[in-house]
T-cell receptor, first 111, second 110 residues
Framework: QKEVEQNSGPLSVPEGAIASLNCTYS??????FFWYRQYSGKSPELIMF????GDKEDGRFTAQLNKASQYVSLLIRDSQPSDSATYLC???????????FGSGTRLSIRP | NAGVTQTPKFRILKIGQSMTLQCTQD?????MYWYRQDPGMGLKLIYY???????DKGEVPNGYNVSRSTTEDFPLRLELAAPSQTSVYFC?????????FGQGTRLTVV
């Protein structure tokens, strides 16, 4: 059983709209959750982390965590073509030190 | 510049050869990681470390070894390279509120 699940996409969103990316995880004891962005041929870059249930906002990005449903999401408001990338969800297991990634969702923002 | 430095950037190995991928960070992070990424796929955790002298296996540790003698360095050793180890390898380090990846090592085993 995969520990971190993401829809591989591609997800196509018009410019200016809200992009919604979803992730589920299998271990109820997980305590740390991360969203990374990876452009083709580049290294992943950390966008946000979230540890508590609820929403966390940073600029155009909002991470949402629901531990009861084992679900974490990333919303991107006012999507720009530069947001086109693969978005990777990562979850911390084993006291948050073992970071496992999902397979990523490809996001395409169409002008 | 602060960050994670990986060397080499590219390498071609013959089947059965060995090599060490180097990773150094200058941010005094305790947590360091090695991942591999196959084409079109996500990252698979090979090994990780929560501090000097402490390492643990990840999802795909077979065929690899690591050591963490200092906070800064976390080398990954490949013994007896196999074609299945052809991949891009990323080293990462993590602090309380930040995480950085190295530029990656593209390894081909032929």
């Amino acid at each position: 059983q995969k520990e971190v699940e993401q829809n591989s996409g591609p997800l196509s969103v018009p410019e200016g709209a809200i992009a919604s990316l979803n992730c589920t995880y299998s271990d109820r004891g997980s305590q740390s959750f991360f969203w990374y962005r990876q452009y083709s041929g580049k290294s992943p870059e950390l966008i946000m982390f979230i540890y508590s249930n609820g929403d966390k906002e940073d600029g155009r990005f909002t991470a949402q965590l629901n531990k009861a449903s084992q679900y974490v999401s990333l919303l991107i408001r006012d999507s720009q073509p530069s947001d086109s990338a693969t978005y990777l969800c990562a979850v911390g297991y084993s006291s948050a030190s073992k970071i496992i990634f999902g397979s990523g969702t490809r996001l395409s923002i169409r002008p | 510049n602060a960050g994670v430095t990986q060397t080499p950037k590219f390498r071609i190995l013959k089947i059965g050869q060995s090599m060490t991928l180097q990773c150094t960070q200058d941010m005094n992070h305790n947590y360091m990681y090695w991942y591999r990424q196959d084409p079109g796929m996500g990252l698979k955790l090979i090994y990780y470390s929560v501090g000097a002298g402490i390492t643990d296996k990840g999802e795909v540790p077979n065929g690899y070894n690591v050591s963490r003698s200092t906070t800064e360095d976390f080398p990954l050793r490949l013994e007896l390279a196999a074609p299945s180890q052809t991949s891009v390898y990323f080293c990462a380090s993590m602090g309380n509120t930040e995480a950085f990846f190295g530029q990656g090592t593209r390894l081909t085993v032929v």
